[in-house]
């Protein structure tokens, strides 16, 4: 069995989607999808923080990444 140290978690995220342009920024109960997600992986007891990363491009993305001092990468 791998330990979960070995693991990687990413959530890959956009803003430029065809069918629902800013979906992951539109507001929702109080806040916006993108950052719903980072919460529920930020408050897990299971995934390291420092296995955790974000796959983003977009300038509000990066950001949001920026706020809660989480990993990310620029995507192409």
């Known amino acids: 069995m791998k330990n979960i140290n070995d ?3 990413i ?3 956009r803003t430029q989607s065809t069918r ?3 979906k992951m920024l ?3 109960a109080d806040s916006n999808l993108f950052e719903i997600a980072i ?3 930020l408050k897990s007891s299971f995934i390291p923080k420092n296995s955790f990363y974000l ?10 990444a920026k706020k809660y ?3 990310y990468f620029i995507r192409s």
């Open 26 to 28: 539109k507001k929702f």
């Open 55 to 64: 796959s983003v491009m977009d300038d509000e993305l990066i950001q949001i």
């Open 11 to 13: 959530i890959q995220a």
């Open 7 to 9: 693991i990687c978690f």
């Open 69 to 71: 001092n989480v990993n």
């Open 39 to 41: 919460n529920k992986i």
């Open 20 to 22: 629902v342009p800013n």
